[in-house]
Nanobody, 123 residues
Framework: QVQLVESGGGLVQAGGSLRLSCAAS????????MGWFRQAPGKERELVAA????????GYADSVKGRSTVSKDNARKMVYLQMNSLKFEDTGVYYC????????????????WGQGNQVTVSS
């Protein structure tokens, strides 16, 4: 079984920073890529950032590019999302996801999901 658990979310003021963590476990856990998604109230789930587990190539949504960094620690089975200069629009439930396919922006390409972690940005 594969399990993903997010942590690090919470309330932060606009302009501040936040670091989300995703802990992975499971005997068969060997994804091609890991992704961070978020879902705001009334909106569809969207990709924030993704990273390949071998090479470490990264990709970001235009809305967060330049102020967010996704990283990983394969030995510890951890994935991180550092977000700086947070905006109100960054508010939402953030999900960690794993995919056995190459990085994709589509949620349905990911096989395993965490329970979600709330991030609220206040002004």
């Amino acid at each position: 079984q594969v399990q993903l658990v997010e942590s690090g979310g919470g309330l932060v003021q606009a302009g501040g920073s936040l670091r989300l963590s995703c802990a992975a476990s499971g005997r068969t856990f060997s994804p091609y890529a890991m992704g961070w998604f978020r879902q705001a109230p009334g909106k569809e789930r969207e990709l924030v950032a993704a990273i390949t587990c071998s090479v470490g190539s990264t990709g970001y949504a235009d809305s967060v590019k330049g102020r967010s960094t996704v990283s990983k620690d394969n030995a510890r089975k951890m994935v991180y999302l550092q977000m700086n200069s947070l905006k109100f629009e960054d508010t939402g439930v953030y999900y960690c996801a794993a995919s056995r396919r190459p990085p994709s922006m589509a949620p349905d390409r990911y096989d395993s999901w965490g329970q979600g972690n709330q991030v609220t940005v206040s002004s």
